[in-house]
């Protein structure tokens, strides 16, 4: 990044400023500390979680669709949700749900041991259920494979799962693919 220009997307999108500072704000502790690859093998299987609790609100709906240009009804106009959506309101979009799933990620996990990782894409990505406006959200997180892909890079499949608060059925699943490199030896 360029000196001086970390900040620069608050002069273009102002209005983001306290949602994104909001998610970006991660006070909790990371829930586990891994160390290197050996530390991401030793938790394959094991349940990560749960997250703290995050509010999505109206104000962070509307602002993923000023940034998406997802202004479909379902999600911004409040009104015509509450008189023809079958769940009564506004809901998230579900690339806002997944969105959410890094900060979680930071809430969550807390990885050294590595010389640099990647986001490498998702694999089955579903969301099972509506997240209502004003709804509490938080995640849950498995470590689920970790592969050596040779010359030092490993994939590692993490399976996030957000839920709602109040409801059986998740919001969210989705497999997070992720390239590390181990440090040279």
């Known amino acids: 990044m360029h000196p001086g220009k970390s900040l620069e997307w608050r002069a273009h999108f102002p209005e983001c400023a306290p949602l994104l500072a909001r998610w970006l704000d991660c006070a909790a502790m990371a829930t586990v500390e891994i160390d290197g690859v050996e530390g991401m093998q030793?938790?394959?299987?094991?349940?990560?979680?749960?997250?703290?609790?995050?509010?999505?609100?109206q104000e962070d709906i509307d602002t993923f669709a000023r940034l998406s240009g997802d202004d479909q009804w379902i999600h911004c106009d409040v009104e015509r949700a509450k008189a023809e959506s079958p769940f009564g309101t506004t809901i998230a979009h579900g690339n806002l749900t997944l969105s959410l799933v890094d900060g979680f990620r930071k809430e969550l996990i807390s990885a050294t041991g590595f010389?640099?990782?990647?986001?490498?894409?998702?694999?089955?990505?579903?969301?099972?259920?509506?997240?209502?406006?004003?709804?509490?959200?938080r995640a849950r997180a498995e470590v689920v494979s970790v592969e050596e892909k040779g010359g030092g890079w490993y994939q590692v499949v993490t399976r996030f799962t957000l839920e709602v608060e109040g409801n059986e059925k998740p919001c969210f699943v989705g497999d997070s693919v992720t390239r590390v490199m181990a440090p040279p030896a």
């Open 115 to 137: 010389a640099l990782g990647v986001n490498y894409g998702w694999d089955k990505i579903r969301f099972p259920a509506p997240v209502p406006v004003d709804s509490k959200v």
């Open 42 to 57: 030793a938790l394959l299987g094991q349940e990560i979680g749960p997250s703290e609790w995050r509010t999505v609100t």
